[in-house]
């Protein structure tokens, strides 16, 4: 019923229904099981003792036989029903925790895949297929457990009832009808599911559409672009809307045809069932019976082919998911990998090359050494490679030759939670969690105390800010911390960053995004938290490391000059060119206001 590649998404999620480490699961499992074969069996014998009454009522002997007999009716009924309550209650927490051991296994996974993974990656499509994902696994188990197996068996049993009661050619007929039933609606499911796949992928495309457009929500409003936007998402919900119209087409076709075949089985059987009364080799009760196994059988095979089409969905939508929780981990920890010891915080880089793609060379034999204690600044045009840096001493990425070493020690051989752990970041684009302000500060040290927390809040001067706000630390930042200024957001990031107590300090255009007054208090609060501590700076503005011990130019992904700024423009270089720009640029800033 299921192809190959389906069939291994089914086994890539047996585990989680029968977990090793976890017995009372496997036990509920099995309870569940046993509580659907006895729910079949109990409902077998419902037609057999309708027709006992039916055919006592036909000739009456005794009236208490017949009541007797519909209290049994109903007594049975009322099993049936009592064991498929007992296997949903049962089976609903081995369902729900398997849902929820998937969803924390590809969350746990995604954040340990790389950064190249989640940079090319689009979120909404992304989110869109996880959630699909994992809600598809308690539909893919409500549906095979407790319809597709039920049926099949129930089909069985029937037949086997009926070859026995009564005559092989009942048997050979309703075999017959259902075996035609369930080929045509696995074949026409097989062509819907092309339709449900493009309905996936359009509703994938417009979410990511419209999250990317309400994420970059000023940036629309800037350039008028509302009507765009609209015709962009407007292309993608014609997509969704055309697949969804050919997906509903194509389930009319399936019904009708369901119900055409249906239709000519039954007929077939009653015909032959009226035929043997006539001639007297059935009773009235036998033909009930036969009626009634019919209905009985019939009524869950109309729910097979959307039972079997949400499988294929489901299907699908799991293996999606799987893929993305088998992408693999580009950084991984070595297997003899140790947590970091930091004694000194000197940071070495030796021959270091790397490039994103194979064609695209981004640093090239990079060599420069931060002694402890000491602050090193890397300037230079975008794209010169800064950021970079700073990516492969976080270890987002590997390097492609040569190595980083912190005290000596190669960042690859080292854990690396250790290694993060040791650096305290202050980036140039700070990105809050849409929390309160505690919160975010507290994300620097998730087990710090209040306390700890506003010292912190207080060596970054925002305390006062924050305690003249009407809820205080409990303020909600909003998405992206778009309530605060850019200055206040900084502050918030610098006490993040003091609270994590790291050992090594790297300040990423901290203030490149700034106003001038913000950007020197800013600067000064840098300057304070990061003395006598190693730190690097990756600057744009010049006027911001004049007092960095070392300062090393980047062009082109090489060191072109190194020195200290004085140094550096009595080299009348790169460095050189870049201070006389930014200052000629200042000059005309500081003319143009005074015009004013």
Do not use: C
């Amino acid at each position: 019923m299921i192809s190959s590649p389906k069939f291994t998404t089914f086994k890539k999620l047996w585990p989680y229904l029968w977990p090793d480490n976890m017995p009372d699961a496997k036990l509920r499992l099995i309870l569940a099981l046993s509580a659907l074969v006895l729910s079949k069996v109990s409902v077998l014998y419902v037609p057999i003792i309708f027709k006992y009454a039916i055919d006592f009522l036909n000739n009456p002997t005794n009236i208490k036989v017949p009541i007797g007999l519909m209290i049994l009716y109903g007594f049975m009924r009322l099993v049936s029903s009592a064991f498929s309550e007992i296997r949903d209650a049962t089976f609903a927490k081995v369902a729900q925790r398997s849902l929820r051991q998937v969803g924390l296994k590809i969350f746990d996974h995604l954040h340990h895949l790389s950064l190249r993974f989640h940079l090319e990656r689009q979120t909404g499509g992304l989110t869109r297929a996880i959630e699909r994902g994992t809600k598809s696994i308690e539909t893919l188990l409500t549906f095979l457990s407790f319809n597709i197996l039920p049926i099949v068996a129930e089909i069985i049993l029937v037949s086997i009832f009926l070859w026995i009661m009564y005559d092989a050619y009942f048997a050979i007929i309703t075999l017959l009808t259902m075996v035609t039933y369930i080929v045509f609606t696995l074949k026409l499911s097989e062509w819907r599911t092309s339709y449900v796949r493009k309905m996936n992928e359009n509703d994938s495309e417009s979410q990511t559409k419209a999250i990317d457009s309400l994420l970059n929500y000023e940036t629309v409003k800037y350039f008028n672009n509302e009507d765009h936007e609209k015709e962009r998402f407007d292309q993608s919900l014609r997509l969704y809307e055309k697949a969804a119209v050919q997906s509903k087409i194509s389930l009319s076709y399936l019904n009708i045809g369901q119900v055409l075949i249906i239709s000519v089985g039954l007929i077939a059987v009653m015909t032959l069932a009226s035929q043997q009364v006539i001639q007297k080799t059935m009773t009235v009760g036998d033909l009930v019976a036969v009626n009634t196994f019919l209905i009985q059988l019939y009524i869950p095979l109309f729910n097979l082919g959307f039972a079997y089409r949400e499988i294929k969905l489901a299907l699908v939508n799991l293996e999606s998911m799987f893929s993305v929780m088998e992408e693999p981990e580009e950084i991984k920890d070595l297997a003899s990998a140790q947590p970091i010891k930091i004694i000194k915080g000197e940071i070495r880089f030796e021959n270091v090359s790397f490039s994103y793609q194979e064609n695209r060379s981004i640093l090239k034999e990079i060599s420069f050494t931060i002694p402890s204690g000491r602050t090193l600044a890397i300037v230079g045009a975008s794209g010169a490679g800064k950021s970079t840096i700073s990516r492969l001493l976080f270890r987002f990425y590997d390097v492609s030759r040569g190595v980083v070493l912190i005290d000596g020690q190669d960042i690859r051989s080292v854990t690396q939670q250790s290694l993060r752990r040791a650096i305290g970041i202050v980036p140039q684009d700070t990105v809050l969690f849409n929390d309160t302000i505690g919160y975010n500060i507290l994300y620097g040290r998730i087990d710090a105390t209040k306390a700890e927390m506003i010292d912190a809040a207080k060596q970054a001067r925002i305390h006062d800010f924050i305690e003249s706000l009407p809820e205080g630390y409990n303020t909600r930042v909003g998405e992206r911390g778009l309530k605060l200024s850019g200055g206040e957001k900084q502050r918030v990031a610098i006490a993040r960053t003091l609270l994590k107590r790291p050992k090594i300090f790297l300040f990423d255009e901290a203030t490149s995004a700034l106003d001038t007054r913000t950007e020197k208090e800013i600067q000064q609060n840098l300057r304070e938290i990061s003395k006598n501590k190693t730190t690097l700076i990756i600057a744009h503005r010049l006027s911001t490391i004049i007092d960095a011990d070392q300062i090393i130019v980047l062009e082109k992904g090489k060191i072109v000059e190194r020195g200290d700024h004085q140094t550096l423009l009595k080299e009348n270089g790169v460095y050189t060119a870049m201070w006389k720009r930014q200052q000629e640029k200042k000059e005309i800033q500081i003319t143009n206001l005074a015009k004013k």
